[in-house]
Each structure stands twice: as structure tokens, then as C-alpha cells.
């Protein structure tokens, strides 16, 4: 009986031990892990990194990670002499494969979401122009509203918003009548329809679906070969 009470003892503190050692090894992890995503992407801040799962030990000897989540705020993102603002940034990235230490991570796969503010928007809009909530349309494509000047008129127009890749574009759906009818189609809308990149994200993650809300654009992400970081 005693011996068995040693055992028992001598265990629960070899299992005391394994998980302080795997705690404190996946603390290290993540936070090497965001310095290289922060050099990766060219982040001014450290984003947030968290390993999920136990034991992490188990994990770093198959050489994968079952998820990974990445978290950040105020991420400027450049396209040019322009800038898009990403409010805040979240994403899972799942089967998370590590090489030279923990400085290569790619995953499988990822999903997450970006949001955009209206007033980060209107920033990296042309000059004059303003970008607010307008829902979505009756066949439910997302919209937003743009209001500004042209040629000391007031203008206001509904625009649909569009994803490509990794780009956000705002497309205006008509022009007022009085301008068409003078020609000025070409000269309004290289005014206020527009295209920004969103950079700064994961390499291979793109953007995929967008929801207007009244605070401002909802992004979803998604995609394979995500490198988190390199």
C-alpha cells in the first residue's frame, strides 16, 4: 500500500511537471510566434497568438498544430500613397505544419474575419467623399452610401460593395440623371468608385464574403497554405 501511495505520489508530480513544462514552452511559442507574424506582415504591433490544444509538447513532435488563433487591432494596411485601416482582425488556422523552430508556420487551412469602420473607409475613399450604412439591396448584395461633391453639387449614391481576392471595391449603382445627361458619367465615377487592397493579412487568405453593418464592414476570410509566419 505505501509503495502504491509512492507511485501515485511520485506520478502526480511527473504530471505536475509535464504540464508547467508544456504551459511554459507553449507560452514561448506564441510569443515567438507573433514577433515572426509581426516581421511576416510588416505589423507595427504585435498581434495576438494562441496554440490551442494539450499537451503542446505532443503536438511540436508531430510537427503540426491541430489550431492556431491569430488576433489583431488597428492594422494599417497600405496599397500605395493610400491606406485601409483594418479595425480589428481575427482568424483560426487549422493544421498548422512548423519548421526552422517556430519561425515557419503554415496552415492547412483558415478562416476568420476583418472589420472595417466606415470612418476608416472614408479615409482611404477619393478626396470629398464619405462612406456610410445603407443595407444591403432587395437582392441582397451589400451596399454602402457615398456622399460628396461634384463640381459644387451635392451627391449622394448607393454603391454595391465588391470582393475580389484580396480587395475591396465600391461601385457605384446609378448616377443621378442630371450628370449622366451631360456626359459625366466617366468623370463622376473615376470620383467616387474606387478599389483598395486590404494587405497585411496572411499570406493565401482571402477575402471571401462581406456584410454591411451599421458600424461598418464585416469581412469574412478564408483560405489554404495560410502562412502565419516566415
Known amino acids: 500500500m505505501r509503495v502504491a501511495r509512492i507511485v501515485l505520489i511520485v506520478v502526480v508530480v511527473l504530471g505536475g511537471l509535464f504540464v508547467a513544462a508544456d504551459r511554459i514552452t507553449v507560452s514561448v511559442a506564441q510569443h ?4 515572426r507574424a509581426q516581421v511576416t506582415e510588416n505589423l507595427t504591433e504585435r498581434p495576438k497568438v ?44 487549422y493544421g498548422v505544419k512548423l519548421s526552422n523552430g517556430f519561425s515557419h508556420a503554415v496552415a492547412d487551412s483558415a478562416d476568420g474575419q476583418a472589420f472595417i469602420t466606415y470612418a476608416d473607409l472614408s479615409k482611404a475613399a477619393p478626396a470629398g467623399i464619405k462612406v456610410s450604412y445603407a443595407g444591403a439591396s432587395s437582392s441582397g448584395t451589400p451596399r454602402v452610401r457615398l456622399t460628396g461633391s461634384f463640381l459644387g453639387a451635392h451627391l449622394s449614391v ?72 516566415n
Not at 32 to 35: G, L, M, Q, T
Not at 53 to 69: C, I, R, Y
Open 50 to 93: 494562441t496554440i490551442t490544444g494539450f499537451p503542446f509538447l505532443t503536438q511540436v513532435v508531430s510537427g503540426k498544430l491541430d489550431d492556431v488563433k491569430v488576433s489583431a487591432d488597428g492594422i494599417a494596411a497600405t496599397d500605395g500613397s493610400q491606406s485601409l485601416r483594418i479595425d480589428t482582425f481575427r482568424a483560426d488556422l
Open 158 to 229: 448607393l454603391s454595391d460593395v465588391i470582393l475580389k481576392g484580396d480587395t475591396i471595391g465600391l461601385h457605384a449603382e446609378g448616377l443621378p440623371k442630371e450628370l449622366t445627361a451631360l456626359g459625366l458619367e466617366g468623370k463622376v465615377r473615376a470620383q467616387i468608385d474606387f478599389t483598395r487592397q486590404v494587405s497585411h493579412l496572411p499570406a493565401n487568405l482571402q477575402l471571401t464574403s462581406v456584410t454591411t453593418t451599421p458600424d461598418g464592414m464585416s469581412v469574412q476570410v478564408g483560405g489554404k497554405g495560410v502562412v502565419l509566419a
Open 32 to 35: 515567438k510566434a507573433a514577433e
